[in-house]
């Protein structure tokens, strides 16, 4: 036989025996996502028999042992923190190795970390901690409960929520915080360098109403121009849209000695544009 034959033949086990790996890989998903333990676990035994060398083992070896597994059900700190690592290596192979498939299979691991801070509240104090919660609401479609947790991070940990707001899941908050740094100050003699992170709620609340009431007037501390504009944005807007009165002036002069700065914007953002749409 000629080096040619050889080379050839070469070629063919090389193929059959990727196309095995192939089809134990497809069965070993297809059965994770139909939540199978046993059959999931029999496939990666046997992908494990047949090529040792796989890339892809020790995801699939994490996800088979979490699928039958009930996610623990954390009652402080430490044992959430805990859970939540595991989500996150979880995660991690699911994305990777279950595509669309990831989202259900990751949904009762997500419960359970949600379900772990709704009993201990004291959670969202811990800036990383309240930052996964808010991961969990998103899983859970819960989308203002997660923009509630993290918004409230650009007082928290306003350096920790530069550096996380970037790659954030939820489209809206990556977009409006993108906006918000290529926009706040340009147009007002302040200029940018004046709108820090803690601007960045009260900035969103004039572009979308709803936002000054994610929190409770209580969960946004008054310490700050920032937060003093925001909680009182809170009563400000709602008036705006019940016509002229002496009350709203009286508001608008309360937000003018909070912040000429920022009392410019709000005058741009909602009442110049609400004239326009007279």
Known sequence: MGDADRARERTQLDLFLDGR?????????????????DRAQDALTRLKEENPAHPDLAMFDRLCRALPAEPPRPTNHPELRALIESVKLLSSAADRLLGEGARA?????????AHAGAKLPSAEAEPPLRYWLGFARHHLGEEREALRLWVALCWLAPDSFEQWAPALPNVFLRAAWAAFQARAGHDDRAGPSAWGVLWFPAWLALRQRWVAHLFHANEIPDTEAALQALRLLRTLLPLESQGYSAELVRQRRRLQQISPMFFRAYLLEVVVEARRNS
């Open 105 to 113: 299979f990751l949904l009762p691991w997500w419960q359970a970390v």
């Open 21 to 37: 790996d192939v089809v134990l890989v497809n069965a070993i998903v297809v059965n994770l996502l139909e939540r199978q333990p």
